[in-house]
């Protein structure tokens, strides 16, 4: 069974910076598209940006290109979101996702994490 595991989650000021890290675990890493998702309170989840398994090809909602960059480091079967430039509106639980599919839609990601919390507040 595939685990996620989201972390660096934390309050941070508008303008600032966060890293996120997604553990994973149980199956061949590289061989899985990832994803971030993030919803927040009273709002349906929405699709951030993702990596394919076989080529690296990256893709970004809108609202976060140009600030967010994902990436992967297969020899440590993690994932990370680099967040910049944070703003209010990004406040929200980040979860990780896993497609064994090389550009999945959101109902065909496999596995999810639990995510983890990032406020951007002053």
């Known amino acids: 069974q595939v685990q996620l595991v989201e972390s660096g989650g934390a309050l941070v000021q508008p303008g600032g910076s966060l890293r996120l890290s997604c553990a994973f675990s149980g199956r061949t890493f590289d061989e899985y598209t990832m994803g971030w998702f993030r919803q927040a309170p009273g709002k349906e989840r929405e699709f951030v940006t993702s990596?394919?398994?076989?080529?690296?090809?990256?893709r970004y909602a809108d609202s976060v290109k140009d600030r967010f960059t994902i990436s992967r480091d297969n020899a440590k079967n993690t994932v990370y979101l680099q967040m910049n430039s944070l703003r209010p509106e990004d406040t929200a639980v980040y979860s990780c996702a896993a497609a064994h599919r090389s550009i999945p839609n959101e109902d065909e990601y496999d596995y999810w994490g639990q995510g983890t919390r990032v406020t951007v507040s002053s």
């Open positions: 990596i394919s398994w076989w080529n690296s090809r990256t």
